[in-house]
């Protein structure tokens, strides 16, 4: 076993493809194919699942990847310590659900651990494709809720992909909203209040159940509804449509201004957000700084 062929399956499961793998690392497919096949035969275990539909980590293989990237990390470390040279590109990758303090923590991490090359990446997404980004190692960690309706759904899914669940804060529901719409005056909201204006809820794409929703009460029926994709053009049409979605309440004003505010809603249910991760791996130094990160981000 080498560096370089620790170095070339981190770049394959990064890019999910060995072609792809191979156009970064400047070597030909052949060559990088025949040196995991080599590695592989070492270590007594397929590290890849090979399919036509493509190339992902075994179930040994992730907890392979998670030792991999450790010691390459210690050896650039090495190398920048003691060869005086220039350190690779950082790698770190989270999938989350819309949440602003996600987005707090993933620039305070770049601010704090930046270097003058970094390759990071910062996924909102559907629930179910954070799961299966969790799984597959495309992200090391993964951000999304639990609560009493979907939790059973959730916690199942986690457990079949050796995944779990780590509490960030518990929350009581609000409603987002803008600062003109009549409502924001109110302490508290019910549901009866709500029912003229337009709900806002992100669409859950092919697995577009009650129990995959980013918002809870999710079986209640609407009289005006609107599906979206990303945060943007939700915070958008609650200020364009006075309409509302729900949420943690947990906002930034840095990063989302002062026309969005969280009111909270009169309904007997918490939300326990978390991250999630792989059972039997460790996370990188970028992954337990940015939980770090989140963890201020969410403070009182």
Same mark, same amino acid.
């Given at each position: 076993m080498t560096l370089q062929q620790l170095k070339y399956?981190?770049?394959v499961a990064n890019r999910g493809s060995i072609n792809e793998a191979a156009k970064r690392l400047f070597v030909s497919q052949p060559t =990088? %194919?025949?040196?995991i096949k080599d590695l592989e035969e070492e270590m007594g275990f397929a590290i890849f699942d090979r399919s036509n539909k493509g190339i992902s980590l075994s179930k040994e293989g992730v907890e392979f990847l %998670?030792?991999?990237r450790q010691v390459v990390e210690q050896a650039e470390l090495l190398e920048s310590r003691y060869l005086n040279a220039k350190p690779s590109p950082q790698h770190f990758s989270v999938s989350t659900q819309h949440y602003a303090f996600a987005v707090?923590?993933?620039v305070s991490l770049v601010q704090e651990y930046g270097q003058e090359e970094y390759e990071l990446t910062l996924r909102e997404t559907k629930t179910y494709e954070i799961i299966e980004d969790v799984k597959e190692m495309r992200s090391e960690i993964g951000i999304l809720y639990l609560n009493e309706f979907n939790g059973k759904v959730i916690n199942k899914l986690l457990k079949t992909a050796n995944l779990q669940f780590n509490s960030l804060f518990t929350a009581k529901p609000h409603i987002f909203i803008s600062v003109k719409n009549p409502l924001a005056v109110q302490p508290v909201v019910t549901i009866d209040q709500l029912q003229d204006y337009p709900y806002l809820f992100f669409d859950q794409g092919d697995y577009n159940s009650f129990?995959? %929703?980013e918002e809870i009460l999710s079986t209640m029926s609407h009289k005006k509804s609107i599906r979206v994709n990303d945060r943007a053009t939700l915070f958008n049409l609650l200020i364009g449509l006075n309409g509302y979605t729900i949420s943690t309440g947990v906002l930034s004003a840095? =990063?989302?201004?002062n026309e969005i505010i969280p009111v909270p809603l009169d309904v007997g249910e918490t939300i326990n957000v978390g991250w999630i991760s792989h059972k039997n791996t460790s996370l990188s130094k970028l992954g337990m700084a940015y939980i770090e990160a989140l963890n201020r981000a969410v403070a009182p």
């Open positions: 399956v981190i770049e =990088l %194919s025949n040196a %998670s030792y991999a707090n923590a993933f129990h995959f %929703s840095d =990063l989302n201004g």
